[in-house]
Nanobody, 126 residues
Framework: QLQLAESGGGSVQPGGSLRLSCAAS????????IGWFRQAPGKEREGVGC???????TYAGAVKGRFTISRDGAKSTVYLQMNSLKPEDTGIYYC????????????????????WGQGTPVTVSS
């Protein structure tokens, strides 16, 4: 069984920082491409960024320069470090795994991802 669990969400003021975690069970996610997505109330789910099995990262333009994705293979965990947060960053954040073992690429569209976590809420407000 391949399962993902997000954690670290919460409330923060604009300009603040937050680090989200995506922990895998049943597999080691260092061999998979992992994507981060978010969904604001009343809006469609959108891609935030991703990290490939090789460690290469891709980010959406809205978060580039503010968010950083990293991986700790020993802990089978991927992190999303969010800095300079804005109110428009508010939403439920999800991580997802591409089941293709050793995928050298990653995408910030939802279609390649097979396994999803339950999500963790992030609220940015003053």
């Amino acid at each position: 069984q391949l399962q993902l669990a997000e954690s670290g969400g919460g409330s923060v003021q604009p300009g603040g920082s937050l680090r989200l975690s995506c922990a895998a069970s049943g597999f080691n996610l260092r061999y998979y491409a992992i994507g981060w997505f978010r969904q604001a109330p009343g809006k469609e789910r959108e891609g935030v960024g991703c990290i490939s099995s090789s460690g290469a990262t891709t980010y959406a333009g809205a978060v580039k320069g503010r968010f950083t994705i990293s991986r700790d293979g020993a802990k089978s965990t991927v992190y999303l470090q969010m800095n300079s947060l804005k109110p428009e960053d508010t939403g439920i954040y999800y991580c997802a795994a591409d089941a293709t073992l050793g995928s050298p690429f990653c995408f910030i569209t939802a279609s390649p991802y097979d396994h999803w976590g339950q999500g963790t809420p992030v609220t940015v407000s003053s």
